[in-house]
């Protein structure tokens, strides 16, 4: 369990931004709202760039990962173009969301894909702030010994 919360300063760097909000008492993540002048829409081959109008300041040791929305991916085929956001605590520039949908999305008849229409205000990813810790390396002159029975290779322990 954690012995203290830790505090995210942010500047809302564009106007009409938003502060990140929890939609829940148990929500892991908080979300990330759009800030745009006019509507954009998100379709298959268009993938667009949304500004989220803010700028962290991330304590040092962690980092914010940026994930897609559920009901994006479920419901519209939409996530996020590099599938998740990892921003350094040394990053203090805009963070911006990019969106693409996926070419199995919804078909009309003509073999269009419909557009995901994307609103200034709207919930178009979420974060979470999460405790990290870099690691030194060493290389080792052999390849390292087997433990346990793990010699099947790839997707060798759901068998």
């Keep these: 369990m954690f012995t203290s919360t830790p505090t995210v300063k942010i500047n809302l760097c564009r106007p009409g931004a938003k502060m990140p909000t929890y939609a829940t008492q148990g929500s892991a993540c908080f979300d990330l709202y759009a800030v745009l002048d006019e509507p954009h829409y998100c379709c298959v081959g268009e993938p667009v760039i949304v500004p989220v109008g803010l700028k962290f300041d991330i304590p040092e040791g ?63 990813a979420q974060a979470m702030l999460i405790p990290v810790q870099q690691v030194q390396f060493e290389e080792l002159s052999e390849p390292p010994e087997q433990k346990g029975n793990r010699v099947g290779g790839f997707g060798s322990s759901g068998k």
């Design 62 to 124: 962690y980092v914010l990962m940026v994930y897609s929305r559920s009901g994006h991916g479920f419901k519209n085929d939409v996530r996020l173009s590099n599938c998740v956001g990892v921003i350094d605590s040394d990053y203090t520039g805009e963070v911006m969301v990019k969106l693409s949908q996926d070419v199995d999305s919804y078909e009309e008849e003509d073999g269009m894909h419909d557009p995901f229409w994307i609103n200034h205000g709207d919930r178009i």
